[in-house]
């Protein structure tokens, strides 16, 4: 078996990881890759939004089955293009990536199928946003519609803040065309939950529930990040609730977005806040594997994930994969001045002997001359198994503590809900 996982992040050495341990033989590709999938599949190094040298790649290595990690090259069309070259794919097509890509159409979306989510309205004009912000109550929250890395949502405790990430958006154009359409909406409380469904359209398998922790800052404090942290399972996402999740957000959705003639196959993220009341609304949807979610989910996968996805890309009856008691916690190790201006460069040191139950994967780094260096905001994530969350949590810290490099940016606090919770 030949595959392909296209991406170069934490979360795609995560997939190569988990693909790599249920299939020992295959050949397994990775564009482009990244220090940690080099030592498990051949990096190819091509950029993962050029879609004609990977559709080329495709062609010319013989892949079976290729899985795509990022938003991006899911936006553009690579898996329109590849499902069009005769190609198995998992991951959507750009119309169905909509619900990622532009917050407004989900929303629209979600509207039609009755799924809850904060009361929105989406606004291209300067004029028109600041009357509606002037008339909202506080806090409420601002967010460009178009994909800004995880940086585009502004919770604004205040309309003096509303108005002036308004002004950032529709006046200074500070996130580009991201931010050409603004979509104004309601405060949600609550808890934070990602539910990953795989779907061949029709048909839903739920992974273990996880919780990212988005906040740069230990408690929960300081600026938005793509995320510092995750942990899986979450005994707040308990068989009632998912099974709540997937009548009434899931199911809905991607029958509406088959009737648009947006029909969604691979990865459906449902980022949910769960209310005081206990139900669940949607937040945002991801047409993606989240990062650094995937690095704490897979590892509590036993078995039968490839198969899952073959037959999500194949849009055939799915099976269930095995699950392994336990838990995991994810560390994420980023450079010092993440988010904003990370500093790249610094040497990295990995002991051998870490600690037992800890697998450490790659997100920004690089080999040069046999060193491995510091290569982006988000640098390493330190995944602890174990069979109780405790020791997850203890065993991704002490992994968190033995890799030193220059200015470690890391939070000892991952999972602090469920700790609370037990
Ligand atoms: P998003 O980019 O839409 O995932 O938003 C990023 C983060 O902002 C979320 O994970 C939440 O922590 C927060 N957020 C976004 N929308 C809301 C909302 N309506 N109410 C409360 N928090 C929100
Ligand atoms: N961890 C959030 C995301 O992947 O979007």
Redesign the pocket.
């Given at each position: 078996m030949r595959l392909l996982v296209i991406g170069g992040g934490g979360r795609e050495h995560a997939l190569c990881w988990a693909l790599r341990r249920e299939n020992p033989h295959a050949d397994i590709y990775a564009a482009p890759g990244n220090p940690g999938t080099g030592t498990l599949a051949t990096n190819l190094n091509i950029p993962s939004d050029d879609l004609d040298r990977l559709a080329d790649a495709v062609d010319a290595y013989g892949i079976d089955l290729t899985v795509i990690g990022p938003e991006v090259p899911l936006a553009m069309g690579l898996a329109d293009r590849l499902r069009g070259e005769g190609r198995v794919v998992f991951g959507p097509g750009a119309a169905a990536a909509q619900i990622e890509a532009s917050?407004s159409f989900a929303k629209g979306v979600m509207e039609r199928a009755g799924v809850t989510t904060?009361r929105s309205a989406s606004f291209s004009t300067l004029a028109e946003a600041l009357a509606y912000v002037d008339a909202h109550p506080e806090p409420l929250?601002v967010?460009a519609s178009g994909l800004a890395a995880?940086k585009?949502?502004v919770?604004c405790a205040t309309r003096r803040d509303a108005a002036i990430a308004v002004r950032a958006m529709l006046g200074e154009k500070r996130f580009g065309s991201a931010g050409q359409v603004v979509v104004i909406?309601?405060?949600?409380e609550g808890e934070?939950l990602s539910v990953f469904a795989v779907t061949n359209g029709r048909e839903v398998r739920l992974l273990p529930a996880a919780q990212?922790h988005?906040r740069l800052l230990e408690g929960d404090q300081g600026p938005?990040t793509g995320g510092m942290g995750a942990y899986a399972p979450v005994s707040l996402a308990s068989h009632d609730l998912l099974q709540m999740v997937e009548r009434d957000v899931l199911l809905p959705t991607l029958a509406q977005l088959e009737d648009e003639g947006a029909p969604f196959s691979g990865l459906l993220y449902a980022?949910l806040?769960i209310g005081a009341d206990g139900a669940p609304s949607v937040?945002?949807f991801n047409c993606r594997f989240g990062d650094p979610e995937t690095q704490a989910v897979l590892p509590l996968i036993d078995g039968g994930l490839t198969d899952l996805l073959d037959a999500a890309a194949r849009g055939v009856a799915l099976p269930h994969v095995q699950l392994r008691q336990g838990a995991a916690v994810t560390t994420v190790l980023a450079a010092p001045g993440y988010p904003d201006t990370p500093r790249l460069g610094s040497i990295i040191s990995i002991p051998d002997d870490l600690p037992e139950g800890v697998t450490i994967f790659h997100a920004g780094t690089r080999l040069e001359d046999g060193v491995l260096r510091v290569n982006g905001g988000r640098v390493l994530a330190v995944t602890g198994v174990a069979e109780g969350f405790a020791e997850a949590q203890e065993a991704s810290r002490a992994g968190a503590q033995a890799v030193q490099f220059e200015g470690k940016v890391w939070r000892t606090d991952i999972g602090w809900r469920e700790a609370a919770r037990a």
């Open positions: 917050k904060a929250v967010k995880g585009g949502a919770v909406e309601d405060f949600l934070e990212d988005k938005n980022g806040m937040i945002e």
